[in-house]
């Protein structure tokens, strides 16, 4: 599966971003879906996770209350509506499948995800 990321841009502190994450190639409602972000200088985070229907879903404590992530299997697309922006969130995000998941599971590490998007930027200016 082929993964698209779009939606980033440059917003200021309080602002809100959706980021969408087009997959094609296979169907998309197989597979887990996540979203990872990096800094300049830093490792690649998690951000939040979808299993494959999307009933579960799991958020780092810092986006906890403010990020939503979801998804459309029939558009083969998934999303992160970013709220309440801040600084810190400054980075690439990158969205990211796995078709070797369980229905229900929701996958928070780098290394369990297969395929992954170019990533979109997004800049919070304070």
């Known amino acids: 599966v082929q993964l698209q990321a779009s939606g980033g841009g440059l917003v200021q502190a309080g602002g809100s971003l959706r980021l969408s994450c087009a997959a094609s190639?296979?169907?998309?409602?197989?597979?887990?879906m996540g979203w990872f972000r990096q800094a300049p200088g830093t490792e690649r985070e998690f951000v939040a996770a979808?299993?494959?229907?999307?009933?579960?879903?799991y958020y780092a404590d810092s986006v906890k209350g403010r990020f939503t992530i979801s998804r459309d299997n029939a558009k083969n697309t998934g999303y992160l509506q970013m709220n309440d922006l801040k600084p810190e969130d400054t980075a690439v995000y990158y969205c990211?499948?796995?078709?070797?998941?369980?229905?229900?599971?929701?996958?928070?590490?780098?290394?369990?995800?297969?395929?992954w998007g170019q990533g979109t930027q997004v800049t919070v200016s304070s």
């Open positions: 979808t299993s494959w229907s999307g009933d579960n879903t």
């Open positions: 190639g296979r169907p998309f409602k197989n597979y887990a």
């Open positions: 990211a499948a796995d078709p070797e998941s369980r229905p229900a599971q929701v996958l928070v590490r780098k290394s369990q995800y297969e395929y």
